[in-house]
């Protein structure tokens, strides 16, 4: 396999990321209240969390608003060793592709008590652990992770 060639450096920029009309349902639901609000599409039934402004598959506007379940199932998983600097972390981290109940689409996260891959499977049922209220400022990481709850294998 060939090695692909790296280079290290710095580009000095900075910027500012917004959420957009969307993504502030989303926040502002899970800061306020602890709740997962997503979008339902009218017309082709999906239900998009994070909230969308339209619909990805048949481009319809969403008005729809609608809280989605705290638990889910696992749909994909991974095991990573190493931070995005490539330095080997102390103790590994579980990231997971999560369908929440009630939601048509996925969600990332980390699983919160895993490290490796023999403690989880496909299909495992999760749940969202969340800061506590006063604590959350309106970002992703009022979500701490997701907690498996129950697992295929026992």
Request: hydrophobic share 40%; with cysteine; charged share 20%.
């Amino acid at each position: 396999m060939n090695q692909v060639p790296k280079w290290r450096g710095e580009i000095p920029i900075q910027s500012l990321y917004t959420a957009g009309a969307g993504g502030q349902i989303f926040f502002s639901a899970l800061k306020e209240r602890g709740e997962l609000l997503g979008t339902r599409c009218a017309p082709c039934g999906q239900v998009y969390l994070p909230a969308r402004l339209f619909c990805e598959r048949c481009f319809a506007e969403l008005t729809e608003q609608t809280k989605v379940s705290l638990q889910g199932v696992i749909k994909s998983f991974t095991i990573t060793y190493v931070d995005r600097d490539n330095q080997k972390l102390q103790t590994p981290v579980a990231l997971a592709l999560v369908q929440l109940d009630g939601a048509t689409t996925f969600f990332v996260h980390k699983l919160l008590d895993v490290s490796d891959a023999s403690q989880i499977a496909i299909d495992d049922r999760v749940a969202a652990v969340l800061k506590p209220e006063g604590q959350r400022s309106g970002s992703i990481l009022d979500i701490e992770g997701f907690r498996v709850v129950n697992t295929l294998g026992g």
